[in-house]
Every structure is written in structure tokens, then in C-alpha cells.
């Protein structure tokens, strides 16, 4: 589905903006930082890293030759494998990897309980499959709406490496003007 100025004026839809929080939104940029970010943070050993480098290069090439199935198989062991955390993360929550019991979706229910003072007039859902399984094929017209981007630190599955890289890799107009902007850190506590 693309969405643009004709599909909006068709349909009466004013959108004003979007959010993308903890956006899977450039599997190529973003995939190229686990083995590294999982290390960083104590996660994984040395050893442990040469797998998830191994993985996360095989996404990479399979994506560079057109074969997004398989590149999803081998991210999938990485971030969306129901026993990969805890057979070798040692069960972290994979949203917020200093939690050590499993799933942790309390960031939805933060977002939802402050969503009037972000503006926000939807409902937050965690874990869109819908969204996750489709995103690839929903182009967005973006140029004329205001969009915000947001990434918790801890999150393993869309880790700050990565989004940093794919942000700063973007080409567009307002390139040069957003990496000379002062960037905003917000806590917000549930």
C-alpha cells in the first residue's frame, strides 16, 4: 500500500505526523551492529560474538542479493528466536536487555500512560506483527510530515548502534541541517 498526497485526499486522511519507536526501519544498516552492541554491554563473550557475526553477515549478504526470507531467518536468530535470549542471553528481555526475565513490555504501558503529553492520539501496541511483516511494503510520503524517531538504549532488538547508523546515513534535504541540531535525550518514568 503507498500512501501519498492522492491516497489522503482520496480517503479524507490528514496526517500530521508519525512516529517510529524502536523502528526495524534499515535491516541493512541496522543488522551490521548486534555482534558489537551484544559484546559492548556484556551480553555475549568474545566467542559468542563471532556467532552472532556470523548471523548477522549472512542477513546482510542475503538482503544484498535480494533474498529477504532467508536475511530474515538469520536476523530472526539473533533478535526474534523464542529461545535465543535465554538459551544465550541469559534469559534478558530482549526490549530492554537489564531486565533477566523475559519478555518486558512495561514500556508500552509507560508510552500509553504519558501518551497526552507526547502528543500522541492513537494507542501504543507492542510487537505490531502486522506492521513487522509488511513494513517493506508501505512507502510513506514523508517530505511535508513532521516525523519523530525514538529508541530506548536498552533495547537489543533495535539497538542504538544501529538506528544512529541508519539515521546518519539518511539522503535527503534536511540532512545537514538535523546532524548539526542539538539532539534532545528525554526520560520518561512509568
Known amino acids: 500500500m503507498i500512501i501519498n498526497e492522492t491516497w489522503r485526499a482520496t480517503n479524507r486522511v490528514t496526517l500530521e505526523g508519525i512516529s517510529i519507536g524502536d523502528g526495524w526501519t534499515d535491516p541493512m544498516n541496522q543488522v551490521n551492529f548486534y555482534d558489537s552492541f551484544l559484546w559492548s554491554v556484556g551480553i555475549v563473550d568474545s566467542k559468542f560474538r563471532d556467532v552472532c557475526t556470523w548471523f548477522q553477515t549472512n542477513a546482510m549478504i542475503n538482503m544484498y542479493n535480494g533474498n529477504y526470507k532467508n536475511a530474515t531467518s538469520y536476523f530472526d536468530f539473533l533478535t526474534n528466536n523464542d529461545t535465543t535470549p535465554e538459551t544465550y542471553f ?14 518486558d513490555e512495561s514500556f508500552v504501558k509507560i508510552l500509553q500512560d504519558n501518551k497526552a503529553s507526547l ?9 505490531n506483527d502486522a506492521v513487522y ?11 511535508s510530515i ?18 544512529l547508523q541508519y539515521l546518519n546515513s539518511l539522503n535527503w534535504e534536511g540532512t545537514a541541517r538535523w546532524k548539526r541540531t542539538k539532539k534532545e535525550i528525554w526520560t520518561i518514568h512509568g
Do not use: H
Open 90 to 103: 541469559g534469559n534478558i528481555s530482549m526490549f530492554n536487555f537489564r531486565n533477566y526475565d523475559g519478555l
Open 119 to 127: 502528543g500522541a492520539k492513537v494507542d501504543y501496541i507492542p510487537g
Open 133 to 143: 511483516t509488511s513494513f517493506a511494503e508501505v512507502a510513506l510520503a514523508l517530505r
Open 146 to 163: 513532521k516525523v519523530l524517531i525514538y529508541n530506548g538504549q536498552d533495547d537489543v532488538v533495535v539497538n542504538t548502534a544501529g538506528v
